[in-house]
């Protein structure tokens, strides 16, 4: 799958869509996902664009790639979660409902979670 960069998360690191954003560096900009599913909910981009995780995990250098989640263990820091813990999650492709084709991890956090998946 090729890269749309029409895709919504383009948009708003284009800048021409707003976001709530809560931390940003030169690899990875993180905002509030606008329809939380816990009582902290962020979502974690990387400022290159790639498709899904596994397009990021097989195409992005390894620069890239510990830059990314260098920043997402930033962000889980920068929101409290660090000690009373959190969930990343990355939905790729048709069955995990992946919306959004730019790669991205949800930061779930804020209160007990709950099962892993819903049944
Ligand atoms: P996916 O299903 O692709 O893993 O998750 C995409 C996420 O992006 C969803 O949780 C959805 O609520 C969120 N989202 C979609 N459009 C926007 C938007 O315009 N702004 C923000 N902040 N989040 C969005």
């Keep these: 799958?090729?890269?749309?960069?029409?895709?919504?998360?383009?948009?708003?690191?284009?800048?021409?869509?707003?976001?709530?954003?809560?931390?940003?560096?030169?690899?990875?900009?993180?905002?509030?996902?606008?329809?939380?599913?816990?009582?902290?909910?962020?979502l974690v981009?990387?400022?290159?664009?790639?498709?899904?995780?596994?397009?990021?995990?097989?195409?992005?250098?390894?620069?890239?790639?510990h830059g990314f989640f260098q920043a997402v263990a930033k962000v889980a820091k920068q929101l409290g979660l660090q000690e009373s813990g959190y969930r990343v999650i990355s939905n790729a492709g048709p069955d995990s409902h992946q919306e959004v084709p730019h790669f991205h991890v949800h930061i779930l956090g804020g209160g007990p979670l709950g099962p892993l998946l819903a049944t």
């Design 1 to 42: 799958m090729s890269y749309d960069d029409q895709n919504i998360f383009a948009k708003i690191l284009r800048g021409e869509i707003p976001c709530d954003k809560v931390f940003e560096d030169e690899f990875a900009l993180a905002f509030r996902d606008i329809r939380p599913q816990a009582p902290v909910h962020v």
């Design 45 to 65: 981009i990387p400022k290159s664009n790639y498709v899904s995780l596994a397009d990021f995990g097989a195409q992005a250098s390894p620069y890239l790639v």
